[in-house]
């Protein structure tokens, strides 16, 4: 099994710019979950998604965007990026249930100049 | 609101040493605890969790950590470190509400002398 896949790695965009961040897990979770890791702060929920179709406001959602057609699949969409949003970007998975395991990715490091 | 504090930022111990790592956590009924290592250049991994029961869980990679309710804290310790320990470790605790979500400390940045 892959698990939790994140692309791209590493990606600099310029100010005002947009992208997306793919999110993909192969575990068959309904629960899947984007964090911001900035140094010192730990990580800090965005988005969460608790099956396809069906999204929710994190912590610091300002600035993003999310989808869930599929069960497999969450991106993460930037539409005007700000330096404030140069981070490191993880996803994780789970199955929505008491154990709360949750199953990250190798993370996205994006860096907005 | 739920919280959770890790007072140290970074840590160095030397290798062979004894470890433990602090986290405190707020909330009134009995938390669902959890550590978390990240390595360099990685995504986060389960060490282990605390749900109820006994309060001296085990974990993956020789770690143990302790819940005690009456200092709300739940340490994580390891008796002799590795090198590879090297690492980021953080604590979280589990939200109450149907998003199954985790709430994480900053973390502690663990350093190992050789």
């Known amino acids: 099994n892959a698990g939790v896949t994140q692309t791209p790695k590493f990606r600099i965009l310029k100010i005002g710019q947009s992208m997306t961040l793919q999110c993909a897990q192969d575990m068959n979770h309904n629960y899947m979950y984007w964090y911001r890791q900035d140094p010192g702060m730990g990580l800090k929920l965005i988005y969460y998604?608790?099956?396809?179709?069906?999204?929710d406001k994190g912590e610091v959602p300002n600035g993003y965007n999310v989808s869930r057609s599929t069960t497999e699949d969450f991106p993460l969409r930037l539409e005007l990026a700000a330096p404030s949003q140069t981070s490191v970007y993880f996803c994780?998975?789970?199955?929505?249930?008491?154990?709360?395991?949750?199953?990250f990715g190798p993370g996205t490091r994006l860096t907005v100049t | 609101a739920q919280s959770v504090t890790q007072p140290d930022i970074h840590i160095t111990v030397s290798e062979g040493a004894s470890l433990e790592l602090r986290c405190n956590y707020s909330y009134g009924a009995t938390p669902y605890l959890f550590w978390y290592v990240q390595s360099p250049g990685q995504g986060l991994q389960l060490l282990l969790k605390?749900?109820?029961?006994?309060?001296l869980v085990q974990g993956i990679k020789g770690f143990e950590a302790e819940f005690k309710r009456s200092q709300s804290s739940f340490n994580l310790r390891k008796p002799s470190v590795h090198w590879s320990d090297a690492a980021e470790y953080f604590c979280a605790v589990g939200s109450m509400d149907s998003s199954y979500k985790l709430i994480f400390g900053s973390g502690t940045r663990l350093l190992v002398r050789p």
């Open positions: 994780a998975s789970s199955y929505g249930d008491t154990t709360y395991e949750q199953y």
């Open positions: 605390y749900f109820s029961g006994d309060t």
């Open positions: 998604s608790v099956g396809a179709g069906i999204t």
